[in-house]
């Protein structure tokens, strides 16, 4: 069967809209710049960036170095003080006024993301369409969420690549509509072109946001512990973020620091397995890219034989492929499940832990296989990788205390309810957990014992939009936990000595609904 790009979708087809779209973005040699001081320059050092899709390069990424970042958050600074005089009824029209912007960009930027990032068409669209509805209902919300605060300051914004408009872009609104001047640093692994056409067309209606790109560590003196930056919105891994914890302990910064954990699913004296089925297909969404994806399943030994008929199915069913690839030019975009990891590196790290996994005594259960007919002859796919589940992976393995971050699940079995609890926190606290068990006593008792933010009861639960509140326990949050009127605390001032909703080194305070 003849297979192609989808007519619209070639990334040249795309790259040339995307530059008619913001021209002030781009250099003369058709490069992306860094918006730092109000406007599109400064084209840094090129770095190589290429599409998981394929492995053909995208562009360029114009890296920084540390004084040009220190510029840049010195001018928000100066421009905070500015902005957060602004009357709030002014902030929210410039903030509408960029919605209106995104939604007549939509289709192109949910392309974007899939070249970019390789997430297939109707998540790509999902994390656009979460970002402007998110962002409206804090228009129509926002006011009394204000009352008897203040805007806080410069807020930068260090984000994983996995969702930059749903997580990134929208939190960039929403602290830029409580009266702050906004900094981000564009994900080094992916995602810099979608977030430079948001950042031009919220920089064309007045909003004070700057991009730049850049080394983590390289820019961190300038994003992270600089005087001039009032609060530190923080999304990555568990190294990176306790590196930048330790740094904050000591300053007085506001900071929200989202890392990972082992999120679980415990199984005991459960039935309803045809919804668990839907569960876990579900649940390999994007390969498990995302930070409350359910990577590991704790089951009661009896049973065990009742999930495997449950669980092999479902994964065998999922539909793994080149995102943008039709048959012919009329055809529709595939429905697939998730296209490639973020890079072949990602791969590669997972293979090499499955193997070590494997190596120190734990059994395969499932080996799934990519099909060629969903890529291109001869394509380059060594960003793809078809789920994978091990059974009982021994404490000294990787897999058994580390989020893996993709299509990888890990499976144990358990005899006691306190095995089940005690393999449930595995990793010293995790953003959700579920229990799936026909009985409500259990579900309350295990509910209770477990180091999670979010629990649910026969379903999987998600970061949630809106008023719904995010954080985590233990190791896996740091700092003001986000999300409805929290979120917009964490970004302003109010009462002196007030508490906050969080996570922090001496105290924990957690909502009562979460």
Same mark, same amino acid.
């Given at each position: 069967?003849?297979?192609?790009?989808?007519?619209?979708?070639?990334w040249p087809d795309l790259f040339g809209e995307l530059r008619a779209a913001v021209p002030e973005a781009f250099g003369a040699d058709g490069h992306a710049l860094n918006l730092i001081e109000g406007d599109w320059g400064h084209p840094g050092h090129g770095k190589h960036y290429a599409t998981?899709?394929?492995?053909?390069?995208?562009?360029?990424?114009?890296?920084? *170095?540390?004084?040009?970042?220190?510029?840049?958050?010195?001018?928000?600074?100066?421009?905070?003080?500015?902005?957060?005089? /602004?009357?709030?009824?002014?902030?929210?029209?410039? &903030?509408?006024?960029?919605?209106?912007?995104?939604?007549?960009?939509?289709?192109?930027?949910?392309?974007?993301?899939?070249?970019?990032?390789?997430?297939?068409?109707?998540?790509?669209?999902?994390?656009?369409?979460? #970002?402007?509805?998110?962002?409206?209902?804090?228009?129509?919300?926002?006011?009394?969420?204000?009352?008897?605060?203040?805007?806080?300051?410069?807020?930068?914004?260090?984000?994983?690549?996995?969702?930059? +408009?749903? &997580?990134?872009?929208?939190?960039?609104?929403?602290?830029?509509?409580?009266?702050?001047?906004?900094?981000?640093?564009?994900?080094?692994?992916?995602?810099?072109?979608?977030?430079?056409?948001?950042?031009?067309?919220?920089?064309?209606?007045?909003?004070?946001? !700057?991009?730049?790109?850049?080394?983590?560590?390289?820019?961190?003196?300038?994003?992270?512990?600089? @005087?001039?930056?009032?609060?530190?919105?923080?999304?990555?891994? =568990?190294?990176?973020?306790?590196?930048?914890?330790?740094?904050?302990?000591?300053?007085?910064?506001?900071?929200?620091?989202?890392?990972?954990?082992?999120?679980?699913?415990?199984?005991?004296?459960?039935?309803?397995?045809?919804?668990?089925?839907?569960?876990? %297909? =579900?649940? $390999?969404? +994007?390969? %498990?890219?995302? #930070?409350?994806?359910?990577?590991?399943?704790?089951?009661?030994?009896?049973?065990?034989?009742?999930?495997?008929?449950?669980?092999? @199915?479902? &994964?065998?069913?999922? %539909?793994?492929?080149?995102?943008?690839?039709?048959?012919?030019?009329?055809?529709?975009?595939?429905?697939?499940?998730?296209? @490639?990891?973020?890079?072949?590196? %990602?791969?590669?790290?997972?293979?090499?832990?499955?193997?070590?996994?494997?190596?120190?005594?734990?059994?395969?259960?499932?080996?799934?296989?990519?099909?060629?007919?969903?890529?291109?002859?001869?394509? *380059?796919?060594?960003? +793809?990788?078809?789920?994978?589940?091990?059974?009982?992976?021994?404490?000294?393995?990787?897999?058994?205390?580390?989020?893996? $971050?993709?299509?990888?699940?890990?499976?144990?079995?358990?005899?006691?309810?306190?095995?089940?609890?005690?393999?449930?926190? /595995?990793?010293?606290?995790?953003?959700?957990?579920?229990?799936?068990?026909?009985?409500?006593?259990?579900?309350?008792?295990?509910?209770?014992?477990?180091?999670?933010?979010?629990?649910?009861?026969?379903?999987?639960?998600?970061?949630?939009?809106?008023?719904?509140? $995010?954080?985590?326990?233990?190791?896996?949050? =740091?700092?003001?936990?986000?999300?409805?009127?929290?979120?917009?605390? !964490?970004?302003?001032?109010?009462?002196?000595?007030?508490?906050? $909703?969080?996570?922090?080194?001496?105290?924990?305070?957690? @909502?009562?609904?979460?």
């Open positions: 069967m003849a297979k192609m790009i989808a007519p619209g979708h070639a998981p899709v394929d492995g053909n390069e995208l562009g360029r990424i114009p890296m920084i *170095d540390l004084d040009l970042a220190k510029r840049a958050v010195r001018f928000a600074a100066h421009e905070h003080a500015r902005w957060s005089v /602004i009357d709030l009824d002014e902030r929210k029209v410039r &903030v509408a006024a960029c919605l209106d912007q995104l939604r007549t960009h939509r289709e192109l930027i949910a392309r974007l993301l899939m070249w970019e990032i390789g997430k297939p068409y109707a998540l790509a669209c999902d994390d656009i369409d979460r #970002c402007i509805s998110g962002v409206e209902w804090y228009l129509g919300a926002i006011e009394p969420m204000l009352a008897g605060r203040s805007p806080l300051g410069v807020i930068s914004n260090i984000a994983s690549w996995n969702y930059p +408009y749903s &997580v990134l872009m929208h939190s960039v609104l929403v602290q830029a509509l409580a009266g702050n001047a906004v900094i981000a640093k564009t994900p080094t692994d992916g995602g810099i072109f979608s977030l430079t056409l948001g950042f031009a067309l919220a920089r064309r209606v007045g909003l004070p946001v !700057s991009l730049v790109s850049g080394s983590g560590g390289v820019l961190s003196d300038a994003l992270v512990r600089n @005087p001039d930056v009032a609060c530190l919105a923080f999304v990555g891994g =568990k190294s990176n973020g306790r590196d930048i914890a330790a740094s904050l302990y000591d300053r007085e910064k506001r900071y929200m620091l989202e890392m990972e954990g082992v999120n679980c699913y415990g199984i005991w004296d459960f039935s309803d397995w045809p919804t668990l089925a839907a569960q876990i %297909k =579900k649940g $390999f969404a +994007y390969g %498990k890219q995302r #930070c409350t994806a359910y990577i590991r399943f704790i089951v009661q030994r009896r049973l065990f034989p009742k999930f495997l008929d449950t669980y092999l @199915p479902a &994964v065998k069913a999922l %539909k793994i492929g080149h995102p943008l690839l039709v048959a012919s030019p009329e055809d529709a975009l595939p429905t697939l499940d998730f296209g @490639p990891l973020i890079n072949s590196r %990602k791969v590669e790290e997972l293979r090499v832990m499955y193997s070590e996994a494997v190596g120190l005594g734990a059994i395969s259960l499932f080996e799934g296989e990519l099909d060629p007919e969903r890529f291109l002859p001869g394509q *380059d796919i060594s960003a +793809y990788l078809a789920p994978i589940a091990l059974l009982n992976v021994p404490r000294n393995a990787r897999l058994h205390h580390n989020e893996p $971050f993709g299509p990888v699940d890990t499976i144990v079995v358990v005899d006691r309810i306190e095995e089940l609890v005690s393999e449930m926190n /595995i990793s010293n606290g995790n953003l959700v957990s579920s229990i799936a068990t026909d009985d409500p006593e259990i579900a309350r008792m295990v509910s209770g014992e477990l180091r999670s933010f979010k629990v649910g009861v026969n379903q999987m639960r998600s970061r949630g939009d809106r008023e719904e509140v $995010f954080g985590g326990m233990g190791a896996s949050w =740091k700092g003001c936990f986000v999300g409805g009127t929290y979120l917009v605390q !964490s970004v302003t001032r109010g009462a002196e000595g007030e508490r906050f $909703f969080g996570n922090f080194p001496d105290y924990t305070l957690l @909502p009562e609904t979460r």
